[in-house]
């Protein structure tokens, strides 16, 4: 319809995934080596997981595509098998023979027939399968038990699942201990900052064949910001600014035409929250009115538009109302309107849930808890520190507030200059970071990664051991071992990262070395800082 106004070959934001249109952001980047590398020689399973629409099945089917001539593979989407069933699907993907009404056992039997028939052949087998977060814990023992058949060196077959946060909580549990421990490679894939939002809407408009320019800077942020960096929603906005300004005759998306198609489209999606109408309350005119109006404008602000800020507010008082503006300057600290947004972080396990969840990950109860939990992919910790340090530290963090003498949570979402945002309820605020010194006495709780949940020393081996060497070469910049042993210089490796962060030095990778180091190499973790935007 606005191709040819837009000077564009091809529309640029369908949905459907189009491995030539996968925009390689670091995460993205990322996300295609740790796979490959966990599909690599020897592996058995490799998990890809992330929230809807951060571009999962795009990212497969880009691997698919760059897969080497003597790999078969076969797609599986949105199962809900039982285990007969998924052996049905699997010799149907790849075109096996087997009789009606077949058991357990012939269909496994039939699948070994076909392994082994590849492997004779050079051929490798590979499994992919979407949305596996829907698989039951019995369909996906199941399909470890298919993967039992294996050589000295690798499996027969291998799997690739790709699914949302919950595939990683199912995994936790007992009976799927042994599955997850034969995953080789896994990564969670986060949605785009607004630098790669940017980004990402300019390049599949070149790809398109239009011009990278076509939306405005400020067009861009708004974008980014309302559709907090998911691939998916970025191409339904993008195309219905697209549509919108076509009809309007525009040349190019106006902020106003960006703004009102962003608006409508996030009000039909599960969570959003509508648009802020300054114009909604334009017939006020004494100054109480006002004053109601301009801590409004400050909440929408905070909520929904960071760069609205409430120094533009006080200008407008100081103008229009200069008795209200130095009445406000007096008495207010905190905008009630904004305190009462805070004030609804009153459950600290539904804070941590809202963390965890920034990391991609959908807390258990125990996670909720901040218990030491041996069997869970995080650890939860404590702790006291200056905003400086966290900023330092550069990771999200649940602090607790405290307000009218009572507690509350919030996520420490994001840093920009000198403003702060924080998360309650899934609603972003963003102010000065002076006013967060009022109601936040240092006090908060962090997680991260865990990789290793017991004592490493000398004469020890396996995988922790290649783990330990993996995480210590990165933080130390040394080169990394060629075995899975813990010999004299991975000892020396240890010993040097303990000096570096003022540990006893004793060469045992223990309890407080390990959880050091794992907070220093967490590759995966989303970041607080929002670095300065490029000029382009």
Same mark, same amino acid.
């Given at each position: 319809?606005?191709?040819?106004?837009?000077?564009?070959?091809?529309?640029?934001?369908?949905?459907?995934?189009?491995?030539?249109?996968?925009?390689?952001?670091?995460?993205?980047?990322?996300?295609?080596?740790?796979?490959?590398?966990?599909?690599?020689? &020897?592996?058995?399973?490799?998990?890809?997981?992330?929230?809807?629409?951060?571009?999962?099945?795009?990212?497969?089917?880009?691997?698919?595509?760059?897969?080497?001539?003597?790999?078969?593979?076969?797609?599986?989407?949105?199962?809900?098998?039982?285990?007969?069933?998924?052996?049905?699907?699997? =010799?149907?993907?790849?075109?096996?023979?087997?009789?009606?009404?077949?058991?357990?056992?012939?269909?496994?039997?039939?699948?070994?027939?076909?392994?082994?028939?590849?492997?004779?052949?050079?051929?490798?087998?590979?499994?992919?399968?979407?949305?596996?977060?829907?698989?039951?814990?019995?369909?996906?023992?199941?399909? @470890?038990?298919?993967?039992?058949?294996?050589?000295? @060196?690798?499996?027969?077959?291998?799997?690739?699942?790709?699914?949302?946060?919950?595939?990683?909580?199912?995994?936790?549990?007992?009976?799927?201990?042994?599955?997850?421990?034969?995953?080789?490679? @896994?990564?969670?894939?986060?949605?785009?900052?607004?630098?790669?939002?940017?980004?990402?809407?300019?390049?599949?408009?070149?790809?398109?064949?239009?011009?990278?320019?076509?939306?405005?800077?400020?067009?861009?942020?708004?974008?980014?910001?309302?559709?907090?960096?998911?691939?998916?929603?970025?191409?339904?906005? =993008?195309?219905?600014?697209?549509?919108?300004?076509?009809?309007?005759?525009?040349?190019?998306?106006?902020?106003?035409?960006?703004?009102?198609?962003?608006?409508?489209?996030?009000?039909?999606?599960?969570?959003?929250?509508?648009?802020?109408?300054?114009?909604?309350?334009?017939?006020?005119?004494?100054?109480?009115?006002?004053?109601?109006?301009?801590?409004?404008?400050?909440?929408?602000?905070?909520?929904?538009?960071?760069?609205?800020?409430?120094?533009?507010?006080?200008?407008?008082?100081?103008?229009?109302?200069?008795?209200?503006?130095?009445?406000?300057?007096?008495?207010?600290?905190?905008?009630?309107?904004?305190?009462?947004?805070?004030?609804?972080?009153?459950?600290?396990?539904?804070?941590?849930?809202?963390?965890?969840?920034?990391? &991609?990950?959908?807390?258990?109860?125990?996670?909720?808890?901040?218990?030491?939990?041996?069997?869970?992919?995080?650890?939860?910790?404590?702790?006291?520190?200056?905003?400086?340090?966290?900023?330092?530290?550069?990771?999200p963090v649940l602090l607790n507030l405290t307000i009218d003498k009572q507690s509350y949570y919030a996520v420490l979402y994001q840093v920009e200059n000198n403003l702060v945002t924080l998360m309650v309820n899934d609603?972003?605020?963003?102010?000065?970071?002076?006013?967060?010194?009022?109601?936040?006495?240092?006090?908060?709780?962090?997680?991260?990664?865990?990789?290793?949940?017991?004592?490493?020393?000398?004469?020890?081996?396996?995988?922790?051991?290649? @783990?330990?060497?993996?995480?210590?070469?990165?933080?130390?910049?040394?080169?990394?071992?060629?075995?899975?042993?813990?010999?004299?210089?991975?000892?020396?490796?240890?010993?040097?990262?303990?000096?570096?962060?003022?540990?006893?030095?004793?060469?045992?990778?223990?309890?407080?070395t390990l959880q050091l180091l794992e907070r220093l190499s967490q590759q995966q973790a989303p970041k607080l800082v929002v670095q300065e935007e490029s000029n382009v």
């Open positions: 319809m606005y191709l040819q106004h837009f000077a564009l070959t091809e529309l640029p934001f369908s949905i459907v995934p189009n491995s030539r249109f996968l925009y390689q952001s670091r995460r993205h980047q990322e996300a295609i080596v740790q796979i490959q590398a966990g599909l690599g020689e &020897g592996g058995g399973f490799a998990m890809l997981t992330g929230e809807v629409g951060t571009g999962k099945t795009t990212i497969a089917k880009s691997i698919l595509n760059t897969l080497a001539d003597n790999t078969q593979a076969g797609l599986i989407l949105n199962p809900t098998f039982s285990s007969i069933e998924l052996l049905e699907a699997i =010799c149907d993907e790849f075109g096996l023979d087997y009789p009606q009404g077949a058991s357990l056992k012939q269909l496994n039997q039939t699948l070994h027939h076909f392994l082994l028939s590849n492997h004779s052949q050079g051929i490798q087998t590979l499994l992919v399968i979407d949305e596996a977060q829907h698989l039951s814990a019995d369909v996906l023992e199941q399909l @470890r038990l298919l993967t039992n058949l294996e050589t000295d @060196r690798q499996k027969l077959l291998k799997v690739l699942l790709i699914g949302q946060p919950e595939l990683q909580q199912k995994l936790q549990m007992p009976q799927l201990r042994q599955l997850a421990q034969r995953i080789t490679g @896994r990564y969670h894939l986060l949605p785009l900052n607004r630098d790669e939002t940017r980004d990402y809407i300019k390049f599949r408009l070149t790809l398109a064949g239009g011009s990278a320019e076509l939306f405005s800077s400020a067009a861009i942020k708004y974008i980014a910001r309302q559709t907090q960096g998911i691939p998916r929603l970025i191409n339904l906005v =993008c195309d219905a600014c697209l549509k919108q300004a076509y009809s309007l005759g525009e040349p190019k998306p106006s902020l106003a035409t960006v703004q009102r198609a962003t608006d409508e489209v996030m009000g039909f999606q599960t969570g959003s929250v509508a648009p802020f109408n300054p114009q909604a309350k334009s017939g006020l005119s004494s100054a109480v009115a006002t004053l109601t109006v301009a801590v409004t404008l400050s909440v929408a602000a905070y909520a929904f538009m960071p760069s609205f800020s409430h120094a533009w507010i006080q200008a407008y008082l100081k103008l229009h109302h200069p008795q209200v503006e130095s009445t406000t300057q007096q008495r207010t600290v905190f905008a009630e309107p904004v305190k009462t947004l805070l004030m609804q972080g009153v459950n600290q396990e539904q804070g941590l849930a809202a963390l965890y969840k920034v990391w &991609g990950y959908r807390a258990s109860v125990l996670d909720q808890l901040c218990l030491d939990n041996t069997q869970s992919l995080f650890r939860c910790q404590r702790g006291h520190a200056s905003l400086a340090q966290l900023i330092e530290r550069n990771v609603q972003l605020m963003t102010f000065e970071q002076q006013w967060l010194d009022t109601i936040w006495q240092g006090n908060y709780h962090q997680i991260w990664q865990s990789y290793w949940f017991q004592t490493l020393k000398l004469g020890m081996s396996g995988e922790p051991i290649v @783990r330990l060497d993996k995480h210590l070469s990165q933080v130390l910049g040394e080169p990394e071992s060629a075995n899975d042993q813990f010999d004299i210089n991975l000892q020396h490796k240890v010993e040097l990262f303990q000096r570096w962060q003022n540990l006893s030095v004793d060469g045992i990778a223990g309890k407080e």
